[in-house]
């Protein structure tokens, strides 16, 4: 299996721009997480996924952040606007029930 | 995380020595990850301990959790360049899948 794969690996974007970062999973897993990473606040929890339904977004920090899992084998973290705070690494996890969770190589966004 | 506390926050040492990184619950542990990271990479997993008492191993790295499962820690013996990078624990409070990360300890190895 390729592993989770994320896109793009790298993005900048001027503020109030919209952003989509897209994840596909490792086929199989039941699970699907989104990460943030700074230097300040270290990786935190976004959102998860279990079976594409969302199950905990309680770490989305404001109403700008969406995501969505249409599919088992897809989701998309979406940012609107973006605005500079939100430059940080976002990583994409999946796993099995009662396993660990495999990361993706993450996308770095820098908004300008 | 103030739930999930991890010491040091750099480790330098020099090839070949032992070290070992602690990693220490406000709250007693579902389970508990431990991961590394390499700088611009995403991370890759270790170990996952979810007994008091528990300890596993693989090739020179060793982790413990404690019997109250609030601590556990990682241990690296006669360490190598391979080693450097940043460890991280994640804890799962719950059994729900949901990890709460440490800070991280970022490790030097010196030749």
């Known amino acids: 299996d390729a592993g989770v794969i994320q896109s793009p690996r790298h993005e900048v974007t001027e503020m109030g721009q919209e952003v989509t970062l897209r994840c596909k999973p490792i086929?199989?897993?039941?699970?699907l997480f989104w990460y943030r990473q700074t230097m300040m606040r270290g990786l935190e929890l976004l959102i998860y996924?279990?079976?594409?339904?969302?199950?905990?977004d309680s770490g989305m920090p404001e109403d700008r952040f969406s995501a969505k899992m249409p599919n088992a084998s897809f989701s998309t973290l979406k940012i609107q606007p973006s605005e500079p705070r939100d430059s940080a690494v976002y990583f994409c996890?999946?796993?099995?029930?009662?396993?660990?969770?495999?990361f993706g190589p993450g996308t770095r966004l820098t908004v300008t | 995380s103030q739930e999930l506390e991890q010491s040091p926050q750099s480790l330098i040492v020099q090839e070949g020595k032992n070290l070992t990184i602690n990693c220490t619950s406000s709250?007693?542990?579902?389970?508990l990850y431990w991961y590394k990271q390499k700088y611009g990479e995403g991370l890759i997993f270790l170990m996952m301990?979810?007994?008091?008492?528990e300890e596993k191993s693989h090739e020179k790295i060793t982790a413990k959790l404690d019997e109250k499962k609030q601590q556990s820690s990682l241990h690296i013996t006669a360490s190598q360049p391979s080693h450097a990078g940043i460890y991280l624990c994640?804890?799962?409070?719950?059994?729900?899948?949901?990890?709460?990360f440490g800070q991280g300890t970022r490790l030097t190895i010196n030749p």
């Open positions: 996890a999946s796993g099995w029930t009662g396993d660990e969770q495999y």
């Open positions: 086929s199989g897993h039941d699970y």
């Open positions: 996924f279990n079976n594409n339904v969302p199950i905990d």
């Open positions: 709250k007693t542990l579902y389970g």
């Open positions: 301990l979810q007994k008091g008492g």
């Open positions: 994640g804890a799962d409070f719950q059994g729900a899948q949901k990890l709460v």
